[in-house]
Structure formats: structure tokens, C-alpha cells
């Protein structure tokens, strides 16, 4: 079987499993830990693991606590066998401009520290049957950050699933793609969960964007009022107006993932989104002059 050989683990995040599971266990102490529900999917970050990984792992251990057994609230001690099974967890993201071509790996696998997560071939082959994405090979798929550093937390919490991986482009395309991915998997009788890849502004000079001019000033307006409006707009899973303020106001960098994500879980029956955590990287490394922004977004199948 062909495998997607990691790039970024051992920098990024651990290259081994006991060390990815002991900060993932860390990671679940932090933020209220994981929230329990039922939930079609939700929004993650992507940063390495010292600046967002606490918030991607909670969001992504959300996805797991559907009936739970209550003696066992922890899900990364749960046993699977007690868990509502998931077949496939479809994953969106990579950096991607308006006029680039959505893609998909095919087949085989991608590494992790916790072993191969394996690609969903027959719903990946439905997918491509029913919207034009660029097949790609494991060998052949671009190194990307926004999806290989969910993919330790995705083996970990569920470890039976397999995987759909895609980049999409921040173009009206992207709704299509999302809404499309679900109707697939309905015919194929999969349950799905979909996660978004996203980190928020990329504020300073290191990134060529400073509006606001820089220091603390600079940092409240990401918060308040940049990275503020695309999270609403997460929350109210308005595609519109995701793909058009991560491309006019430089708030998301993977604005095509996000509207994906929304779409295909307003397709599952999601009304609203909810808001798990914010945070930037200025507030772990206290530089103002060039940080970025993470949020953490769960969509809530309704009662």
C-alpha cells in the first residue's frame, strides 16, 4: 500500500507516538478539555502543536464524545466498541488561491505516529465522479501543514475510521464540494465526520499585512474585529461570506476549507455553529509584531 510519508512530524508536532500521546493527554486538560455532543464537525488550526494544537485537539476529541459511555467521559480511554461508529473522516484544507485546482489524495494512506490512516477509496472515487477534483497519489500529494497535523489527532481518537483528504480553493466551488461530499457518503450508507483546516489572520510585517500599524493595538483589532467577523460567519456557516473575507480581509488562510466544512455539515442537518476557543500566537510568544490567530469552531447536530 502506498503511504503519504510525513513532513512535519519532529518539528511540527512529535515524530513518536508515546510523546504525541502525552501532549495530547496535556491537550485535553486544557481549555475545558473536549466538549460532549453530537457533532457534525467543526474548525480547527494548524499551527505546530505549541501554539494551536491544544485547541485542534479538543475540537477534534469533540467529534468523538457522541454517546459516549458515561462511565468512560475521557474519549481518548474510550472504548471504540462503545463509541456511535464512524466510518470516515473527511478532512478539508491546504493554502490555496481563488483560480487554484481543488485536489484529492485517491488512495493508499498517510503516516502518523499512531500508524496509517487508510483513504476512503470508494467514497473518494464518488466524490470524483461528481465534482472535478485533480486525483492525486500519495506520492504526488502536496506537504501540507493544514492537513497533516490533524492527522496524528484523527488516528488517535479514531482509530478505526478511514480518511478522505482534500485541498479546496476559496472559490464559490467550495459550498459545492462540501454539500457534494455528503450526498456521496449518504449513498454509500457512510457516517461521516468533516473537519476544516484553517488558521485566522496572519497579522506583521513577516506576513505583509499591517493595516492597523503594530504593537497591542494591532492585536486587539485581530481579535475584536478581524478574526472576530470570520468567526461569526463560522458560527452563522454563511459560505459567502467566509470565502469573501478570507480573500478581501485576510482572515482565514484556507477560507475555501471553512466553506466546504460549513456547507457539508449544513447538508448533515447543522443550524448554527458554536465557538470552543480563540486564541493567537501572541499570546504564547508575546511578539505583536507578526502573529497569527486559531479558533475553534464545533457544529452541533440538532436535537
Known amino acids: 500500500m502506498e503511504i503519504k510519508r510525513s513532513a512535519f512530524s519532529g518539528s511540527w508536532y512529535p515524530s513518536g507516538a508515546a510523546e504525541c500521546e502525552r501532549q495530547i493527554q496535556g491537550f485535553l486538560g486544557e481549555n475545558n478539555g473536549p466538549l460532549t455532543g453530537s457533532f457534525a464537525g467543526g474548525i480547527v488550526p ?77 467514497l473518494t472515487s464518488a466524490i ?52 457534494m461530499v455528503v450526498m456521496e457518503a449518504r449513498k454509500l450508507g457512510k457516517k461521516i465526520k468533516i473537519i476544516g483546516s484553517t488558521d485566522m489572520t496572519h497579522y506583521g510585517r513577516d506576513f505583509g499585512f499591517t493595516p492597523q500599524g503594530t504593537g497591542k493595538h494591532a492585536v486587539d483589532w485581530v481579535k475584536t474585529v478581524n478574526d472576530r467577523n470570520a468567526m461569526d460567519a ?35 442537518g447543522v443550524e448554527t455553529g458554536i465557538e470552543y476557543a480563540y486564541s493567537t500566537s501572541f499570546d504564547k510568544s508575546g511578539a505583536a509584531d507578526s502573529f ?4 475553534g469552531i464545533l457544529y452541533p447536530l440538532a436535537k
Not at 465534482?131 to 484523527?154: A, C, K
Not at 475510521?161 to 476559496?170: D, F, N, R, S
Not at 476549507?257 to 456547507?263: D, F, G, I, L
Open 234 to 268: 463560522m458560527i452563522r456557516m454563511d459560505d459567502a461570506s467566509l470565502i469573501r473575507q478570507g480573500l478581501d480581509e485576510k482572515n482565514m488562510c484556507c477560507a475555501g476549507a471553512v466553506a466546504a466544512t460549513a456547507s457539508a455539515c449544513k447538508t448533515l
Open 292 to 295: 497569527v490567530g486559531y479558533a
Open 46 to 122: 494548524h499551527a505546530g502543536w505549541y501554539y494551536s494544537g491544544s485547541i485542534a485537539c479538543n475540537v477534534i476529541a469533540s467529534l468523538s464524545t457522541e454517546d459516549l459511555d458515561p462511565k468512560h467521559q475521557d474519549p481518548a480511554h474510550q472504548d471504540p466498541a462503545h463509541q456511535a461508529p464512524v466510518d470516515t473522516i473527511v478532512l478539508f484544507g491546504a493554502h490555496m488561491h481563488k483560480q487554484s485546482e481543488p485536489f484529492i489524495m485517491t488512495h493508499g494512506a498517510v503516516d502518523t505516529p499512531f500508524g496509517p490512516i487508510e483513504i476512503d477509496e470508494a
Open 128 to 179: 470524483l465522479s461528481g465534482v472535478s477534483l485533480r486525483p492525486r497519489s500519495p506520492d504526488r500529494f502536496p506537504d501540507e501543514n493544514t492537513l497533516e497535523l490533524q492527522y496524528p489527532f484523527i488516528k488517535y481518537f479514531f482509530p478505526k475510521a478511514q480518511l478522505v483528504t482534500c485541498g479546496v480553493a476559496p472559490s464559490s466551488f467550495a459550498p459545492l464540494i462540501g454539500s
